[in-house]
Each structure stands twice: as C-alpha cells, then as structure tokens.
C-alpha cells in the first residue's frame, strides 16, 4: 500500500489535509471527498495542482489514484459541476435553518439546564440564593426610601475612597433593561454610560456620558457640593 498526502481544496474555501491510497480507484477517491467537500462524487471535477501550477485534470474514474503523477503536498482542487447546487450549504450557517425558543416554551420545557437546577435548587435556584436575592432586593428598597428626586448625592462603585462620583438624582424606580429598583443619576462629570436612557427607553433627561444606574445601595444622599475642578493644588489646601 503506498500512501500519499494531499491538500483538498474548493472554490468554497475550504482546505483540507488528507492521505490517499494510490490503491484507490478515482471513483473511490471521490467517495471520500463528498463527506469533505460537500459536492456528490458523479458531479465532481477534480484537478491536480502543483502549488498554483495545473498539472493536468483526473478525469477518468476506473483509473488507479497511482497512475496519476501525485505525489506529496500537491493540491487536488475539487469543482463541482452541476450548476443548480445551492453554492456553500456546508460552509454558510446562514443558511441553517435555527431551533428557537420564545423564553415562555424554554420555560415550560422539563429537559433544559434552568429546569435541571430549578428542580435540584442548584446555583440561583438553592434556598441560600434566593434568601441572598431576596436581601438583596429589601435592601435596595429600603435606601431607595431615603432619597428622592434632585438630591445631591455620592455614587460608590467599589471600595476605593477615589473612585466616588457626585451628582444630582433625577429617576428613582423600576426599570425595563433589569428587575429591581435603580436610581438614575446625573453626574458632575461625564464620568456615566448615557443620556438618561437605555436601550431606548428614557427615563430622565441629561447631556450624553453623564448620566447612570447604579443600585440605591451604592448612593449616598447628602452635602455633596459639585466640585470645582478648577482649582490649583494650592487652593485646595486651603479655603
């Protein structure tokens, strides 16, 4: 047996190393390239390459592989022949017809990941999540109930005493891009993410990059003054 190796090529792309069987009659070697190339055997055109140079076409079926001058890393370029194939059904996921699921049929569904941990109470379905969300969403509203509208306010996203950010709230509420309750705020600075509204719908107004939603466990009302961001490093120590 004496084997040799290829490249497999289409004009769709596609690009593949294989290992022939000189043994092999052409009409076998085309068997095997229509899992690889997606184009039937009987409408196969095949080609031998050196590089880019043709060497010739193996157009003859009942021939041996061997009796062909092919040897190692040579191309064999594959055209399929029959003009009313639909051109790369086997490369274009586009063309796939999707499997898709409203969020109420994934829902009610029994054989999905969600209803697996829902009925294992795994990951956010345990009772020790849920009693964390459930925390967490009193605590939200109950610091949403000591602000309101247009009060000066400080936004701490993280631990670092620098990382605070003043502003003025303009929207204290529930949202349609998350559940729970968010305070919109607008900052001093354009230190935000939008103009007051998300994913279309607005919910208060303010000049672009200056306002955010952050929880209301996050903000703290109070005499926050806008800053002077103005003044000299000399001024700032003494006022």
């Known amino acids: 047996m004496s084997i040799v190796t290829v490249i497999v090529t289409t004009p769709e792309n596609i690009n593949a190393e294989r290992r022939l069987d ?3 009659t052409i009409l076998d070697l085309k068997y095997k390239l229509e899992p690889i190339t997606g184009i039937p055997a009987d409408t196969q055109k095949l080609s031998l390459y050196q590089g880019e140079s043709l060497v010739g076409p193996i157009d003859n079926d009942e021939r041996m592989v061997g009796s062909y001058p092919i040897e190692d890393f040579m191309r064999l370029h594959v055209i399929d022949t029959n003009p009313n194939r639909i051109k790369n059904q086997y ?3 586009s063309l796939v ?3 898709e699921l409203t969020e109420d049929e994934y829902n009610k569904r029994g054989d999905t990941v969600r209803a697996f941990k829902e009925r294992n109470k795994l990951g956010r379905f345990s009772d020790e999540a849920k009693e964390q969300m459930e925390q967490f969403a009193n605590e939200n509203e109950r610091a949403a109930t000591t602000m309101k509208l247009g009060d000066r306010c ?3 996203l993280t631990e670092d005493a620098l990382n605070r950010r003043r502003g003025t709230i303009r929207f204290i509420g529930t949202t349609e891009f998350q559940p729970g309750v968010w305070v919109g705020v607008q900052y001093d600075e354009p230190l935000g993410k939008n103009d007051g509204s998300v994913q279309g719908t607005r919910y208060f107004t303010c000049p672009k990059n200056y306002g955010a939603f952050v929880r209301p ?8 003054p ?3 961001l103005m ?9």
């Open 22 to 24: 000189k043994g092999w």
């Open 91 to 93: 490369t274009d996921v």
């Open 97 to 99: 017809e999707k499997f």
């Open 154 to 156: 400080e936004v701490a």
């Open 217 to 224: 466990t996050k903000v703290t009302v109070g005499d926050f």
């Open 226 to 228: 806008e800053e002077d």
């Open 231 to 239: 003044l000299t490093d000399d001024e700032l120590e003494e006022m």
